[in-house]
């Protein structure tokens, strides 16, 4: 089948947001003095924030303090260190000449996302960003909440074909969880082996993979 609403993950989908993101995390932990090597906090691409923070000891209180260590160091610097995927661009624009509907769907502080997409000109293909409050209450449960809400706005009928495309389990268990199909791609942060366990709809290895899959026809 092809699919006529498609919800994008950004960071591990659309963008490699590798440098700004562990850097991001490095810098916070700092302030707690727990020191970690870029490369091992390349496995919290992906996950809310705040679940990382949790996983790695600290208390609540210490866990807000951390968020906003984090997004001082994203918002200044750290945004600005990602790069595009390369194919990304001409995927995006293929899909909307193919007039299908494209949303994001994002972990992210929804500033952040907005500023990203923003930096990279991809704004304009998308009709709706959905992205996590500040206080982090969009992502308790995973991507659920966010899914639901892109669904709210841009297909309240549940008329269209739905399909979730990201990286990680959670963009997979979100899907699951509000009902519509995924599609897990292996160029992000995310193993086969944690894809398939999340158990997707379809597991591409590549961008023309997933233009075909979207298409249902090779271009």
Not at 114 to 120: E, G, P
């Amino acid at each position: 089948m092809s699919y006529d609403l498609c919800l994008f993950d950004l960071d591990g989908t659309l963008i490699d947001p590798k440098v700004g993101i562990t850097k991001s995390y490095q810098y916070a932990f700092r302030v707690f003095n727990i020191f970690k090597e870029l490369n091992d906090l390349t496995k919290y691409i992906g996950p809310p924030l705040r679940d990382v923070f949790r996983e790695n000891g600290l208390n609540e209180n210490d866990v807000e303090k951390a968020v906003l260590k984090y997004r001082e160091y994203m918002s200044e610097t750290g945004l600005y260190e990602s790069v595009e995927y390369q194919g990304i661009t001409d995927l995006l624009q293929d899909l909307k000449e193919n007039n299908k509907t494209l949303a994001v769907v994002t972990s992210k502080l929804k500033q952040f996302a907005n500023q990203t997409l923003d930096h990279f000109n991809l704004q304009r293909y998308f009709s709706y960003v959905a992205g996590d409050s500040i206080d982090g209450s969009l992502t308790i449960n995973g991507k659920r909440d966010l899914i639901s809400i892109t669904l709210s706005k841009l297909d309240p009928a549940r008329e269209k074909s739905v399909v979730m495309i990201g990286d990680r389990k959670h963009d997979i268990i979100g899907a699951r969880e509000a009902g519509i199909n995924s599609i897990g791609i292996l160029w992000g942060y995310g193993s086969q082996e944690e894809l398939e366990q999340a158990e997707p709809t379809h597991i591409v290895e590549t961008i023309n993979d997933l233009r075909v899959i979207i298409l249902s026809k090779l271009i």
